[in-house]
């Protein structure tokens, strides 16, 4: 006589093979990926511009700052730092004293040093609202003429920055494009905000002649970590410890009910959302009219974590894209990689770019624990 099995043994007899496919296929890399030794490049004269670009530095590493300073003080005539948004955790700069936040920024600005500074509104920095943000820019305004906020206003931009030989940064703010009723007044954007800033964005492309152009924004085109859909074994075994670090309390099956109904129910912060591809999807628009032969690059953060993508198909607009989000303490998260990744890493860190003067152009991924270069590349147009 056989016996039927009830749901929760069948439930039982599958848990293993469950959770085994679930570390299996969820596993993050703490281990740069792939695992190549590239060394580094020795230092050349021929480099006439260096760009830092530090992401979701709001609860800010020691190590990370310290390095930053280091690579700024090497050259900082022709060195411009770039805070990639998510500058104060958790919620912006808030009115009042507003002691702790602004030790935050003093700490960043430090980190710039004599170099030229810039700072990018991040999603997190928007939750103070506009008004957050211009202040956030008059308190980094006022610490020197060679740091500002980009773009000015509360707006979202096009900004672009000159200042570096051979480069042209182009800044969006890209929070505010994602949100639904953005505050346009002042920014002089017309009844049509989304067709002003597509022109442009089209405008600056054709403007940048031969130097190398560089998107900086908050929220990259792509991304293989949480904002673009992937979570490892820790948020499926054990999902408290994403609101407080130390709840290592397992929960299998129900901890995975969250990331697989974030993945049904994306919000705009999601690359995977129906707002954000179509942000992007505008974004590339704009940009497809490129022609220079210099690399089109896009440096964002958004995801804490180290990744270099390069272009997945011939029509695809970006030859690459940088996800350097990995400044904060306690704010790492998952990462994975795609056919189009070229380097991959769960660690704290940043990315510098050096222009030469013949129009090379060298990427490194420098982490900080231990201190040294990661990763290095020389990009190349499509």
């Given at each position: 006589?056989?016996?039927?099995?009830?749901q929760p043994?069948i439930?039982?007899?599958?848990?293993?093979?469950i959770?085994c496919?679930?570390?299996?296929?969820?596993?993050?890399?703490?281990?740069p990926?792939?695992?190549?030794?590239?060394?580094?490049v020795a230092?050349?004269?021929?480099?006439?511009?260096?760009?830092?670009?530090?992401?979701d530095a709001?609860r800010?590493?020691?190590?990370?700052?310290?390095a930053?300073r280091?690579?700024?003080?090497?050259?900082?005539e022709?060195?411009?730092?770039?805070?990639?948004?998510?500058?104060?955790?958790?919620d912006?700069?808030?009115?009042?004293?507003?002691?702790?936040?602004?030790?935050?920024l003093?700490?960043?600005i430090?980190?710039?040093?004599?170099?030229?500074?810039i700072?990018?509104?991040?999603?997190?920095?928007?939750?103070?609202?506009?008004?957050?943000?211009?202040r956030?820019?008059?308190?980094?305004?006022?610490?020197?003429a060679?740091?500002?906020?980009?773009?000015?206003?509360?707006?979202?931009?096009?900004?672009t920055?000159?200042?570096?030989?051979g480069?042209?940064?182009?800044?969006?703010?890209?929070?505010?494009l994602?949100?639904?009723?953005?505050?346009?007044?002042?920014?002089?954007?017309?009844?049509d905000?989304?067709?002003?800033?597509?022109?442009?964005?089209g405008?600056a492309?054709?403007?940048a002649?031969?130097?190398?152009?560089?998107v900086v924004?908050?929220?990259?085109p792509?991304?293989?970590?949480?904002?673009?859909?992937?979570?490892?074994?820790?948020?499926?075994?054990?999902?408290l410890?994403?609101i407080?670090?130390?709840?290592?309390?397992?929960?299998?099956?129900?901890?995975?009910l969250y990331?697989?109904?974030?993945a049904?129910?994306?919000?705009?912060q999601?690359?995977?959302?129906?707002?954000?591809?179509?942000m992007?999807?505008?974004?590339?628009?704009a940009?497809s009219?490129?022609r220079?032969?210099?690399?089109?690059i896009?440096?964002?953060?958004?995801?804490?974590?180290?990744?270099?993508?390069?272009?997945?198909?011939?029509?695809?607009v970006?030859?690459?894209?940088l996800?350097?989000?990995?400044?904060s303490v306690?704010?790492?998260?998952?990462?994975?990689?795609?056919?189009?990744t070229?380097?991959?890493?769960?660690?704290?860190?940043?990315?510098?770019?050096d222009?030469?003067?013949?129009?090379r152009?060298?990427?490194r991924?420098?982490?900080?624990?231990?201190v040294?270069?990661?990763?290095t590349?020389?990009?190349?147009?499509r």
């Amino acid at each position: 006589m056989t016996c039927r099995q009830t749901q929760p043994q069948i439930l039982a007899r599958r848990l293993p093979r469950i959770l085994c496919l679930l570390l299996v296929s969820a596993c993050s890399h703490i281990q740069p990926y792939p695992a190549l030794d590239t060394p580094d490049v020795a230092a050349d004269p021929q480099v006439q511009a260096r760009l830092i670009l530090v992401g979701d530095a709001g609860r800010p590493v020691p190590g990370v700052l310290a390095a930053v300073r280091a690579w700024s003080d090497k050259a900082p005539e022709s060195t411009t730092v770039v805070y990639l948004g998510d500058n104060i955790y958790e919620d912006g700069l808030p009115p009042g004293p507003a002691v702790a936040e602004k030790a935050v920024l003093d700490q960043l600005i430090a980190a710039v040093g004599p170099a030229r500074g810039i700072f990018v509104p991040g999603n997190h920095d928007w939750r103070a609202g506009r008004s957050g943000i211009e202040r956030q820019a008059d308190y980094v305004q006022r610490s020197g003429a060679s740091i500002r906020l980009l773009p000015a206003a509360g707006c979202p931009g096009p900004a672009t920055d000159d200042a570096l030989d051979g480069v042209r940064l182009l800044v969006l703010d890209t929070d505010w494009l994602l949100q639904p009723a953005a505050d346009a007044s002042g920014c002089d954007l017309g009844a049509d905000a989304s067709s002003t800033i597509s022109r442009r964005l089209g405008s600056a492309v054709a403007q940048a002649g031969d130097d190398v152009l560089v998107v900086v924004a908050h929220h990259p085109p792509r991304t293989y970590g949480p904002h673009g859909g992937f979570f490892d074994w820790r948020d499926h075994l054990f999902p408290l410890t994403r609101i407080a670090p130390w709840a290592w309390l397992p929960l299998p099956l129900v901890g995975s009910l969250y990331p697989l109904g974030r993945a049904r129910l994306a919000h705009d912060q999601d690359a995977y959302s129906k707002h954000y591809r179509a942000m992007q999807a505008d974004l590339a628009t704009a940009f497809s009219g490129y022609r220079g032969a210099r690399p089109l690059i896009f440096a964002g953060g958004h995801d804490h974590s180290l990744q270099v993508l390069a272009r997945r198909q011939p029509s695809d607009v970006w030859d690459y894209v940088l996800v350097s989000g990995a400044a904060s303490v306690d704010k790492l998260t998952a990462v994975t990689h795609g056919p189009d990744t070229m380097f991959a890493h769960l660690a704290h860190g940043f990315m510098t770019l050096d222009v030469y003067s013949d129009g090379r152009v060298l990427l490194r991924v420098i982490e900080s624990e231990p201190v040294g270069v990661a990763f290095t590349r020389w990009l190349t147009a499509r």
